[in-house]
């Protein structure tokens, strides 16, 4: 594998420094929120976490319209939305127990993409970028999550539910990388 030594245009591209924003911004809007004792306290935190997520959408839209798109921002990316996924997902466990299913679930999903990313990164390969179902399942767990942030008075079988089709869509999506790793590995 060809290993090329980071430019300090790449590491410091705009679509990374949004990246690094929103690493930034997990351990503010998780301590507002652990600490939000009003109404107004949780409108806050959720408009940090919408102002993460609108980076997120944003970054992709810079770095593909004005070419900005580096080996760096490809991992970085992705590692932003995990952290920040997780990070929601904990938060949001304290009000809601059921999240704690998600959690476990998120942790087997994520670990194994990690395994198999990092094993076809050591043979000098990975997958070019999220596919579409990965990008379906990080967009409604961002809404969802967001629904769940502002929902104050939710009754327990809206927010199960909700949880729920967040798991499904999850499990969905690991289900569907299995086969793209499948295809991978034969290759070799």
């Known amino acids: 594998m060809n ?41 806050i935190v959720a408009a940090i976490v919408l102002f993460s997520s609108l980076t997120d959408l944003l970054d992709g839209f810079v770095a593909r319209h004005f070419h900005m798109i580096t080996e760096l921002g490809k991992v970085l990316d992705p590692v932003a939305d995990k952290l920040t996924h997780a990070a929601l997902a904990f938060c949001l466990a304290y009000r809601y127990p059921l999240m704690w299913a998600l959690i476990i679930l998120m942790a087997v999903k994520e670990g194994y993409m990690a395994f198999m990313g990092l094993y076809f990164l050591k043979k000098g390969e990975m997958l070019d970028g999220a596919m579409w179902f990965g990008k379906i399942c990080t967009t409604i767990l961002f809404i969802g999550m967001l629904i ?41």
């Open 148 to 188: 769940l942030f502002l929902g104050f008075h939710l009754p327990p079988i809206f927010t199960n539910g909700l949880i729920v089709i967040m798991m499904v869509v999850m499990g969905i999506t690991l289900c569907l990388y299995i086969p793209v790793f499948r295809k991978m590995k034969q290759k070799e």
């Open 3 to 43: 290993h090329k030594k980071l430019t300090h245009k790449e590491i410091f591209s705009i679509p990374n420094l949004m990246s690094y924003l929103r690493i930034l911004l997990i351990p503010v809007f998780c301590y507002l929120y652990v600490t939000a004792e009003t109404r107004k306290d949780i409108w």
